[in-house]
């Protein structure tokens, strides 16, 4: 498993590490997807971007106000979701980032370091 620095205070969820197929938010393992936002970190089943549903992620993150963008981790390489997809996020008001799961993981600690009002969804990484 791979650690991401600790050595840094943050308000809410943070991803420390990595597993085999997944994630470590503080001593929590998500071997699935991961939905998290600057108040809760959940797992998340779904495993490809063509399940991608918008509604369901806002809702499940329960943000109020809403955030500013989603941060899509898109599996092992970074993949582009579907045009239906992007203008459905552009349509809801916010920005998306796309990049490898990986990445999107490390990403999210800079960004919750500078206090952004974001949430992620990042597919497996395997």
């Known amino acids: ?69 989603l941060l899509l981790g898109s599996g092992p390489s970074m993949l582009q979701p579907s045009a239906a997809f992007r203008r459905e996020v552009e349509a809801a008001g916010m920005g998306l980032e796309v990049m490898d799961s990986r990445a999107a993981a490390r990403t999210w600690t800079v960004l919750r370091a500078e206090e952004r009002w974001i949430i992620g969804a990042f597919l497996p990484i395997v």
């Open 1 to 69: 498993m791979v650690e991401l620095r600790k050595d840094v205070e943050f308000a809410g969820p943070v991803v420390t590490g990595f597993t085999p197929k997944g994630f470590k938010v503080g001593d929590e393992r998500f071997e699935q997807g991961l939905l998290i936002s600057p108040e809760q970190a959940a797992g998340w089943a779904t495993s490809s971007l063509d399940g991608l549903d918008l509604g369901e992620i806002l809702s499940r993150m329960n943000l109020s106000p809403h955030p500013e963008f």
